[in-house]
């Protein structure tokens, strides 16, 4: 079997009982290609000599998962929901992988939604395994939870200052930032100083780190920039410098000083966006500033913008 270069991709080229196969093995990684071209080569002697089918756990299916996917935003999230469900179904043939042993090791303790989470990954991988693979004649449907509206949980100015002020000092720009750019969490505390081109008032989030996988031209208001520029030279590294792994605790604990318990960082972004709906920022204009992909994702914030309403209604009189 021969692993070949081609474009962007590694292919494999084979020759099973006189018939050749190509086959693209969707990476340009050498090393995830190699391991793709080994779990293969045996597959397709398993197939083409023996004639067999073949006969996969889910534990095997979770390692080619991981490796084909490893490119994915959300792998790490993949990787800590796998390991949860190895213990319980690891050695389970993926024929034998009904609905119901799905649903009797989702874990209980947590949401209906995050329980959909687990059920999206699992149908994505016996999907796989169906589609791609050829290691199962038909993946189980799986049903989902029904989830509750989501929410838009904001604050108020007076409650955005009073939560800046409980926070250690260290946190409080990085707080306000987010606040005055509706930036997400990642893009905030990862801010490097690269990014940031102070003479045209703008910030750069590259397409790997924008959720959406485009790039993300972010203006800074005149707050914004200001406090940026309070910063003294030199501005290298991380604009904030490394925020120390105790985060979860401080924030959970400033938030109920606070008084808004269960408030995410990610609402500050919801907050920013709240309050550009409120002082009558046009959502196609709120969608290009927020980065958002889809005109879905800010209609949540059309109820609160009510002067747009009032004033399409004034254009129709007699």
Known sequence: ????????????????????????????????????????????????????????????????????????????????????LLPKIGTVLLSELGRDKIESVLPKEVSGATRNRYRALIRAMLRAAEREWDWLDRA????????????????????????????????????????????????VFG??????????????????????????????????????????????????GDMDRIWANTWTGACKRAGVPGFRFHDLRHTWASWHAMAGTPLSVLQELGGWHSHEMVQRYAHLSPEHLANAAERVNF
């Open 140 to 187: 189980p449907i799986l049903r989902t939870e029904a989830e509750p509206k989501r929410r838009v949980a904001y604050l108020t100015r007076d409650q955005a200052e009073v939560l800046i002020a409980t926070l250690p000092e260290k946190y409080r720009m990085p707080v306000r930032f987010a606040l005055l750019t509706g930036l997400r969490r990642s893009n």
């Open 1 to 84: 079997m021969a692993l070949l270069l081609r474009g962007e991709s590694y292919w494999m080229d084979v020759q099973i009982n006189g018939k050749r196969l190509r086959e693209s093995l969707k990476t340009g990684d050498k090393k995830l290609a190699q391991q793709l071209h080994d779990m293969r080569k045996a597959e397709l002697w398993r197939e083409g000599v023996l004639k067999e089918k073949p006969k996969k756990t889910f534990k095997e299916a979770c390692a080619r998962w991981l490796v084909e996917r490893a490119h994915k935003r959300s792998i790490a999230d993949d990787q800590l929901k796998i390991n949860l």
């Open 191 to 240: 801010l490097t100083w690269e990014a940031v081109d102070l003479a045209n008032g703008m910030v750069h989030v590259a397409e790997e780190d924008a959720k959406a996988g485009q790039r993300i031209l972010v203006p800074l208001n005149k707050s914004a920039k200001a406090l940026l520029e309070s910063f003294p030279e030199p501005r290298i590294g991380r604009v904030w």
